[in-house]
């Protein structure tokens, strides 16, 4: 079946301009999660959907990031005022809790450039 | 507080050799521990994890790690080191039944010399 996708791929924007970074999580994957990998850097979490529930948005770094979940499914991490700082690899992972077991997938990241 | 620690940034070892990456984490609950692997431009592919049982777990492409609760520590081997393992190496740690946060280690770039 599919994995995680998201888009696009990369994508190089101005300093001050807003970005919208899209995953499709695996189908029946209830957990979804964003990651923000800077260079040279491990993962850092930025925000978890789970079913219905408020998602936990304790890794967003500032009130310019903000991040949604439609119908359970896709979800959309919105970055507003871009700064240089936020050049970085977004990964989008999802994973099926089953249980105490589960493990996240993650899509290819979606490359950020803010110049 | 939650953290891991992968203290090798950079590994490099001959083909055929034996490899072990380092892992150790501290975790306030019962752990849920994971390796990654990352090749250029991909996403994460995971390459085992261990939640409870055997110690010693075996993953894909030839990798085992082993959970050492004394020692807070997983850390990842392979008997033998091919050249399609030159990627880097992520451990990670997740609550069990407590999905929402993994923490993530700042990884470990292994070169492997022909």
């Known amino acids: 079946g599919a994995g995680v996708s998201q888009s696009p791929s990369n994508k190089v924007t101005e300093k001050g301009k807003d970005v919208e970074l899209r995953c499709d999580p695996i189908s029946g994957h209830t957990a979804l999660y964003w990651y923000r990998q800077s260079l040279g850097q491990g993962l850092e979490f930025l925000i978890y959907f789970q079913g219905n529930s408020a998602p936990d948005k304790s890794g967003l770094p500032s009130d310019r990031f903000s991040a949604e979940r439609t119908g359970g499914s896709v979800s959309t991490l919105t970055i507003q005022r871009t700064q240089q700082e936020d050049s970085a690899v977004y990964l989008c992972a999802s994973s099926a809790l089953r249980g105490g077991s589960y493990e996240q997938y993650f899509g290819p990241g979606t490359r950020l450039t803010v110049t | 507080a939650q953290s891991v620690t992968q203290p090798d940034i950079h590994i490099t070892v001959s083909e055929g050799a034996s490899l072990e990456l380092r892992c150790n984490y501290s975790?306030?609950?019962?752990?849920?521990l994971f390796w990654y692997v990352q090749s250029p431009g991909q996403g994460l592919q995971l390459l085992l994890k261990?939640?409870?049982?055997?110690?010693l777990v075996q993953g894909i492409k030839g990798f085992e790690a082993e959970f050492k609760r004394s020692q807070s520590s997983f850390n990842l081997r392979k008997p033998s080191v091919h050249w399609s393992d030159a990627a880097e190496y992520f451990c990670?740690?997740?609550?069990?039944?407590?999905?929402?946060?993994?923490?993530f280690g700042s990884g470990t770039k292994l070169n492997v010399k022909p």
């Open positions: 975790y306030g609950a019962t752990p849920y």
């Open positions: 990670a740690v997740g609550g069990v039944y407590n999905f929402n946060k993994f923490y």
């Open positions: 261990y939640f409870s049982g055997d110690t």
